[in-house]
Structure formats: structure tokens, C-alpha cells
């Protein structure tokens, strides 16, 4: 019999660094392998964001800088706070991809290290099913379709035969990199996040709803010609006030109504093509965009109106984070995967569908 099948309590660390956030988790399996009653834990959510003065965006050299600096403290500061020393940790899970190269790179390089240092086992995590599988755990939703939206990816994902199968994405920039461009335009704040501040605007706006471009085609989006044309709306008023489409004077808050409401209807369309597709009433939110108020209200219109639900988690679980590897590579090693140490790469293009879901039948 396995060793690994034996034991009743299992506990990985995760390593994420796709991006402008630094995130150390370490999570907890208990009962038998495969089991329905099989419980996890989160143990410990440690998060670091690199943020960027208004109006710039985070430059890879300088977010794989930042991740190098604090990644050792932050996991000194996972274990404390779950109370545990380094027997207790059964595997070391990091982000492969995808995401932005430089600090992929500098995170693969910190959980190789301390995969060698530890002498543990090296898990390599695709970073979508991370999101995937944690909001599967915190939420208890079954067999939803899931909307994955964040800066660097918006696809609507299902699973079947041991994959999850992509139904729709974006055939140019992901909805997450439309709204924080579009926050540079304005200058507004990267602090905490410039979508969340986005958000923040837009809910003192809506007396004018300004006309931008609807590009869904047919299961895809593209988000590119909208974020060109609320950029020249942007520009027009600065220089001139601007005119809505009655003549009345809009404001960038306004302006970020208008992008919110367009953007995310385009969303809600494809995924409720898709819940009609599969035979699926249920919807899953999962990355950074997901903790959008106004996303999660606008789709559980459209999926009470099919008799359905939305499940979607807090900003811990959406916004890039630790806790999502640790579980996600968990679940892998316990089917038997491993990553050795010489193919221990990472990669800014790995596709969520070419990841074996073993896990689940």
C-alpha cells in the first residue's frame, strides 16, 4: 500500500507569484484520499501586493525584485502562523504558470530552494485551477460553469473527463488588464487595487451611461476596441468636459459606470451560453475580477432568472493567492504527481485545459 495513502492528515505549503502579489499559504487534507468526507483546512494566507504609483503599471523586473525580497519572510511568517515546523509539511507547491515570466521565475526558484533545502517533493501548479479548486473548496459549489476573470486571463470554463474544458475566453487582453489601463488613463490609485478602485467609482456614477463598443463573438470577448474608445472618452474630457450622448457633461466616475456595466454584460452573456451548453445551473466567480460587487450582482440576475445560483469568495480567496496552490498541487500529489526538481520550469503560456484533473472523475 501507498505510504501517502496511510496517512489521515496531509499538509502542503503553496507558493504563488504570477503577478504583483506574493502569496504563501499552507493548507491542510484530512481523512482518506479521494473520500467525500475529506475535509481542507486553510492553516495559514499570507499576501504581499507590489504596488505601483498611480497611473503605471508593475514592471515584471520590479515585481520579481519584490517577490525575491519578502518571499522568505513570508513563509517563515506562514509557518508561525499555522503553528507548524518543517517535518510537518508533506510537499512544496508552486505557480509553473501561467502568468508574467521575471517573477514566476523568482518564485520557482524560492519553492525549488526550499523543496532542496527541506528535502521535500516539488508540485508545479497551473495557476487557473489553483483559482478553480479553491473556490470549488471554500464555496461547495458541485459542477458550476466557472468564470475565471483576473488581469491576465478571462476564459468560461467547464469540466469534463478529467479536464477543464474552455468554452470561451478573450481573443485579445483579459478583462482585468482592460479595467486597470483604463485606471492609468485616470490616474487612479494601484492602492489596494486599481479595479477595486474602479469599483469604488463606478458606484457614483450611472447618470450617464456612455455608448462603448459590445464585442462578444460568439463564445469570445474582446476587450481591446472598448478599452481604446473609454480612453478617448477619457481624453475628451480632460481637454473639453466631454459630452454623453444627450449632450450632458460626464465624469470619470461616469466613465468607469459605463466600462463596468459594459464589460460585464459581455460576461454574463458567454456564461450563460454556456450554462445552457453543458446543462449546468450553477456559476463559479473565481479570480481577482470576481470580487467585483456589481460582476457577482449583474450574474445573479442572470442565473436566478434560470433557476440557478452564483457562488464566489472573498478577496482572500480571489485575488491571487497561496493558499489556492498549496491546495490545488495538494490534491495533485495525492494522486501521485510530482514535479523533479530538473523540470521544475515555469512557463507565462499554460493553458487550464491541459492540466489531468486526476482528482476528480
Known sequence: MDPLAKKKRRIALGCEGSANKLGIGIILHEGAIGSPTATATVLSNIRHT???????????????????????????QALADAALGIADVDCICYTRGPGMGAPLGAVAVAARTLALLWGRPLVGVNHCVGHIEMGRAITGADHPVVLYVSGGNSQVIAYAEQRYRIFGETLDIAVGNCLDRFARTLAISNDPAPGYNIEQLA????????????????????????????????????????????????TPADLCFSLQETVFAMLVEITERAMAHVGSNQVLIVGGVGCNERLQEMMGLMAADRGGSVFATDERFCIDNGIMIAHAGLLAYETGFRTPIEESTCTQRFRTDEVLVKWRK
Open 50 to 76: 507590489f504596488v505601483s504609483p498611480p497611473g503605471t503599471g508593475f514592471l515584471p523586473k520590479d515585481t520579481a525584485h519584490h517577490h525575491r525580497t519578502l518571499f522568505a519572510r513570508l513563509a517563515k
Open 203 to 250: 458606484k457614483r456614477g450611472g447618470r450617464v451611461l456612455l455608448d462603448l463598443p459590445y464585442a462578444v463573438k460568439g463564445m469570445d470577448c474582446s476587450f481591446s476596441g472598448i478599452l481604446t474608445r473609454a480612453e478617448e472618452l477619457a481624453a475628451q474630457m480632460k481637454a473639453n468636459g466631454g459630452k454623453g450622448p444627450d449632450g450632458e457633461p460626464f
